[in-house]
């Protein structure tokens, strides 16, 4: 192996790790939380958004505080379209962070949310280093041939 090559699969092994640390400092982290140590609860719906990705307003208390919830519907729930105001919602909260909650069954959302962040984490850095290594030669490789034909003098 070249050092050529060890140096981009370092650079890329660093790109995936900035780039996973932050799409997973998103939400990841309290998905996980509430995914392995979550408590059921109930909410209210408290609004309805249907201009911003289906997602559902929701309020709840626990050991006497309220809190405000804006996700979107998953089972247990109904789905967004038999949704109402006012109605009773199963959510599931982090014990330790209260103020962080998902509406439904917090596994398959954390599930999601991890796929996500390992293709994102994975994905976006290949596409980086390709055009890094490939992209870039091409470009100026169409710029000088485009040049000559344009000017055949040079």
Do not use: C
Request: charged share 15%.
């Amino acid at each position: 192996m070249t050092f050529e090559k060890i140096g981009i699969a370092i650079v890329w092994i660093i790109i995936v790790a900035v780039v996973v640390t932050l799409l997973g400092s998103q939400h990841w982290i309290s998905y996980y939380r509430i995914a392995y140590n979550g408590v059921v609860a109930k909410a209210t719906v408290v609004q309805l958004q249907p201009e911003n990705h289906n997602l559902v307003a929701y309020k709840y208390e626990i050991s006497g505080h309220n809190f405000q919830g804006l996700f979107g519907s998953s089972p247990p729930n109904p789905p967004f379209s038999q949704l109402k105001i006012g109605q009773e919602v199963v959510i599931y909260y982090d014990p330790q962070h209260p103020e962080n909650s998902l509406l439904g069954y917090p596994k398959p959302i954390f599930k999601d949310e991890t796929l996500g962040v390992v293709i994102g984490g994975v994905i976006f850095p290949t596409l980086i280093l390709l055009l890094m290594q490939y992209g870039r030669r091409d470009l100026f490789q169409f710029r000088r041939s485009d040049k000559t034909k344009r000017n055949p003098t040079n």
